[in-house]
């Protein structure tokens, strides 16, 4: 009788501490990183709060800049063309006439845009195509992430530089082509996180009540994989500000009258001989902080993800 009552208890102890292991799955679940923890981290993140505050100047001087300094940049102005910084144009002019200054707020404006749209658009193929590759396992998983890797194997900006030519270059357009061929490192990071979280208990247990494969993806795995997303979202960007200019630089980029950083920055390459300083120093300046802005606060967000999954 002992024995029995002894046996019923550890029974009932080990029902209890799978009961807890399983309540604090859940808890754990239910709070992914917050932005008041990532926030909190970036104070104690020398780097990532130099990034985060430099990225938003860097916004601020772009989008909030031409509301404080009226400049004309859709007329041509031949009479002032090419003129060094000097009193009424901080930073000069280029060789149509337009100020440089007010060039780069409107070239960070596009450059900007068309690398958050470009992230945006290839995180979210990337995070449904890797959370269903990584819950389905098996056959299913490996044919989809073979096609990822062939896909790799081909140069990215070379299908770019092709479809640019091809077709009519504006915001949208690029940033749904640069999209396009961004989501694959996603759907990669995704489907590995995914993996790791598919056999936690409150997966599980969601998966014994009957919750459908698109209510897991939805509601369990993509909202627990958001550190690793949101982490990627930052680099997707920067990255996307790198290839808008270089497709600027190589003559494939947007037309006039929009301007980008990297036709700016090409248009300056071409009077180097004549000592046009302004207009190469600082649209280059402009490109290298803005991605050095990036990757400062992208790497400070993977450094919280990572010690809050320690």
Do not use: K
């Not at 890797?130 to 070379?158: K, Q």
């Not at 390459?269 to 280059?284: E, H, K, M, R």
């Amino acid at each position: 009788m002992d024995a029995m009552t002894t046996a019923t208890d550890a029974a009932a102890d080990t029902a209890t501490d799978a009961a807890a292991r399983a309540e604090a799955e859940i808890t754990t679940a239910r709070n992914p990183v917050s932005a008041r923890s990532a926030l909190r981290w970036l104070r104690r993140n020398p780097l990532g709060l130099t990034g985060g505050l430099l990225l938003v100047l860097i916004a601020g001087f772009c989008f909030l800049g031409p509301l404080l300094y009226h400049t004309n940049q859709t007329e041509v102005d031949l009479v002032n063309a090419a003129l060094p910084p000097g009193p009424g144009y901080p930073l000069g002019t280029d060789t149509n006439g337009f100020d440089v200054l007010g060039r780069l707020m409107e070239g960070g404006q596009v450059s900007l845009q068309i690398g958050l749209l470009a992230a945006l658009f290839a995180t979210t193929i990337g995070t449904v195509y890797g959370a269903v590759a990584g819950l389905a396992g098996g056959v299913v998983d490996g044919f989809l992430m073979r096609l990822v890797d062939i896909m790799l194997s081909v140069p990215f900006l070379f299908f770019v530089l092709i479809l640019s030519a091809r077709f009519h270059a504006n915001a949208l357009s690029l940033s749904l082509v640069i999209g396009g061929f961004s989501w694959l490192v996603s759907a990669r990071l995704v489907r590995g996180e995914v993996l790791t979280l598919r056999v936690r208990e409150f997966v599980l247990a969601a998966r014994v009540m009957g919750a459908s494969r698109r209510r897991l993806i939805l509601t369990h795995l993509i909202p627990n994989a958001l550190g690793v997303i949101i982490v990627n979202i930052t680099f997707q960007v920067a990255d996307a500000v790198l290839v808008v200019a270089a497709l600027g630089f190589l003559g494939f980029g947007l037309t006039y009258p929009t301007a980008d950083w990297g036709s700016q920055l090409a248009s300056g390459v071409t009077y180097i001989s004549a000592d046009y300083w302004w207009l190469i120093y600082p649209v280059g300046g402009c490109i290298i902080l803005t991605v050095l802005a990036l990757n400062l606060l992208a790497d400070a967000l993977r450094d919280a993800v990572g010690r809050r999954a320690d």
